[in-house]
């Protein structure tokens, strides 16, 4: 299904069903993240507050706080694996805040907590693509419709570069069909 660029985008209920769906992406890939880092919660704290907002929490700063806390904790953990696995902690609390627009950049915030998990098993099994192969089907299979209806508002990804973009865009073309 193409873009309706008629459609309303996105209602506060369809990030609720997003930031579940995120939450549950990059939730899986938590143990990666704490086989380099136990001690940080910073991962942890942003997919709780990514579920207290899908369960009917309000956005705040407090929850905008805890994403961008997870961000940096990607740039600062010194393993690619951990990092992939911080940013889709990262993009699941950040996915509350996805614009109601339809824009590639505003796809990729739905897309991002799959896609980064995905990419943190690829690099924790040395490459093998196969493990984010399952890991974009677990999250394809994983997702509600109402995450599927909030992606096909919104314009389709094209094929990336390298392969996370890879990754981006089979979410988008599973999540579409």
């Known amino acids: 299904m193409d873009h309706?660029?008629?459609?309303?985008?996105?209602?506060?209920e369809d990030l609720r069903h997003i930031a579940r769906w995120a939450a549950d992406c990059a939730e899986r890939t938590l143990p990666i993240f704490e086989a380099k880092a136990l001690d940080d919660t910073r991962p942890r704290d942003a997919i709780a507050e990514s579920r207290v907002f899908a369960d009917g929490g309000t956005r705040t700063a407090?929850?905008?706080?805890?994403?961008?806390?997870?961000h940096a904790v990607a740039r600062e953990v010194g393993d690619p694996a951990?990092?992939?696995?911080?940013?889709?902690?990262?993009?699941?609390?950040?996915s509350a805040y996805t614009h109601p627009i339809a824009t590639p950049h505003q796809?990729?915030?739905?897309?991002?907590?799959?896609a980064y998990a995905a990419h943190a098993t690829i690099l924790a099994a040395?490459?093998?693509?196969g493990v984010g192969e399952a890991e974009i089907r677990w999250a394809i299979e994983r997702a509600s419709l109402a995450v599927r209806q909030a992606v096909?508002?919104?314009p389709a990804r094209a094929?990336?570069?390298?392969?996370?973009g890879l990754l981006f865009y089979r979410l988008d073309t599973g999540l579409r069909y």
């Open 107 to 114: 796809v990729n915030h739905i897309l991002g907590p799959a």
């Open 62 to 70: 407090t929850l905008r706080k805890i994403a961008w806390a997870a």
């Open 159 to 164: 094929p990336g570069k390298g392969p996370l």
């Open 82 to 94: 951990a990092a992939a696995a911080a940013r889709a902690a990262s993009t699941a609390a950040a």
């Open 4 to 12: 309706d660029p008629g459609a309303p985008q996105l209602t506060i």
């Open 152 to 154: 096909r508002r919104m």
């Open 126 to 129: 040395a490459g093998d693509d």
